[in-house]
């Protein structure tokens, strides 16, 4: 069986899927820390020049 990058995402995500039912919960800091980094990292260059 031929492993690669492009059987792992659906892999990952039937598995983060499955995750995410039996704890909801993680769902939520998931999303959150998304949302944290996405904003940093958008933010960061304007924050550097000041």
């Known amino acids: ?5 492009i059987s ?6 039937l598995v983060i ?3 995410v039912l039996i704890f909801p919960k993680i769902l939520n800091y998931a999303v959150a ?3 944290i980094f996405i904003g940093v990292t958008g933010l960061w260059p304007n ?3 000041g």
């Open 17 to 19: 899927g499955v995750i």
């Open 8 to 13: 792992a995402q659906p892999v990952a995500a």
């Open 47 to 49: 924050l550097l020049s």
């Open 33 to 35: 820390a998304y949302l």
């Open 1 to 5: 069986m031929d492993f690669s990058a």
